[in-house]
């Protein structure tokens, strides 16, 4: 089993920027694909964006949306994996999740993670 514990959530300016932590604990994480997602107010669990994934086998990728303003990184060492969001705007308003994919392949698709944490909330005012 794998534990996920985000923090960093909280409140913003438009154009602004935060950073978003996860920190696993009861496995090593380094082959595991860490995605983040997204709960926009008044959408349903199931209907969570993809934001961001990072694998040890591919590139970083992005959802069209943050393309360009959030940078998913990892620290191996300390399990943790990070979500920079810069130039903030009142859409990416949401609950933040983040997700561990024990097979390690490139994933995208809520069902493709197994473990999830219980999520931070980022709001961005203008």
């Known amino acids: 089993q794998v534990q996920l514990v985000e923090s960093g959530g909280g409140m913003a300016q438009v154009g602004g920027s935060l950073k978003l932590s996860c920190a696993a604990s009861g496995r090593t994480i380094s082959m595991y694909t860490m995605g983040w997602f997204r709960q926009a107010p008044g959408k349903e669990r199931k209907e969570r964006e993809f934001v961001a994934c990072t694998s040890q086998s591919d590139s970083p990728y992005y959802g069209d949306s943050v393309k360009g303003r959030f940078t998913v990184s990892r620290d191996d060492a300390k399990n943790t994996v990070y979500l920079q969001m810069n130039t903030l705007k009142p859409e990416d308003t949401a609950i933040y999740y983040c997700?561990?994919?024990?097979?390690?392949?490139?994933?995208?698709?809520?069902?493709?993670?197994?473990?999830w944490g219980r999520g931070t909330q980022v709001t961005v005012s203008s």
């Open positions: 997700a561990a994919n024990p097979r390690g392949l490139w994933a995208s698709k809520e069902e493709e993670y197994d473990y």
